[in-house]
């Protein structure tokens, strides 16, 4: 039931070429652990100047493989485009953690697909794994098409957090360097002002001993905080009821953001 709310806030330009702020870009954002077993997570974020909202949901199957983590994401994402009334639906690219008793270093690998039931369009993106012999990180291919079985309309290459490459059917190409993007800054409330679930202010005790270096009272103010999860877990079995998440609600087999739910504050 922990959950942790923010805006990302960025000022705007009124035009590229122009240095003179027009405003602020805001992002809200929320995440809420919405299931323990298993154990599930939701996001939601949405910028409302530019009509765009994402919900996504997932929980997490690891393996371990030798000298690497495997961590495979399994949930969904939906993109709402008011101004399109679209939306885009898509799955999750696994995490890998490689070499962790050496020098640790993580990466996306596998397939993505982003459909948009109202259009037809589809996309698929492949996060491609480093070779064994070569410098060569976060690197992705994908392909956009009208359809699941029309010819792709543009090839994307290069990397996610780097130079992208778009070359069309036409063969004009557009190139975009995603690490020159501007990023927001993080404003979080205030403690006082924050839910009494939210992570930041019911673990603000553990982080203030891990902070100061005590480690032994730290421990002890986590397991107090389990205690207390427990206990609720107990009292839910007792009344024979279950934790009502805050954000989110169940429609179907998926999670819909609800805009807030309980008088959880």
Request: charged letters at 20%.
């Amino acid at each position: 039931g922990e959950s942790f709310s923010c805006q990302l806030r960025s000022s705007l330009k009124k035009s590229s070429v122009s240095s003179e702020e027009d405003g602020d870009n805001v992002i809200d954002f929320v995440a809420e652990q919405i299931s323990h077993h298993p154990p599930v997570s939701a996001f939601h974020a949405s910028s409302p100047q530019h009509g765009l909202s994402l919900t996504t949901y997932m929980n997490s199957n690891s393996k371990f493989l030798g000298m690497n983590v495997g961590v495979d994401l399994v949930g969904r994402g939906r993109l709402y485009v008011s101004k399109h009334n679209e939306e885009y639906l898509f799955n999750f690219p696994s995490v890998y953690c490689r070499s962790i008793l050496t020098s640790p270093w993580i990466e996306f690998t596998g397939r993505v697909r982003v459909a948009c039931p109202q259009t037809g369009y589809v996309a698929t993106i492949t996060f491609l794994s480093k070779p064994s012999y070569g410098k060569e990180f976060n690197r992705v291919s994908a392909e956009v098409r009208p359809s699941a079985n029309a010819a792709a309309v543009c090839r994307i290459s290069g990397c996610w957090n780097g130079v992208l490459t778009t070359t069309f059917e036409n063969g004009e190409t557009e190139v975009m360097d995603v690490s020159q993007l501007s990023r927001g800054t993080k404003v979080v409330p205030p403690m006082i002002q924050q839910g009494k679930m939210e992570s930041r202010r019911l673990w603000r005790k553990v982080t203030s001993a891990l902070q100061a270096g005590q480690e032994t009272a730290a421990a002890k103010y986590k397991k107090a905080l389990e205690d207390m999860q427990r206990r609720r877990l107990q009292q839910y079995q007792r009344d024979g009821t279950s934790h009502a998440p805050k954000f989110f609600r169940r429609e179907d087999e998926h999670w819909v953001f609800s805009q807030g739910n309980s008088t959880d504050v």
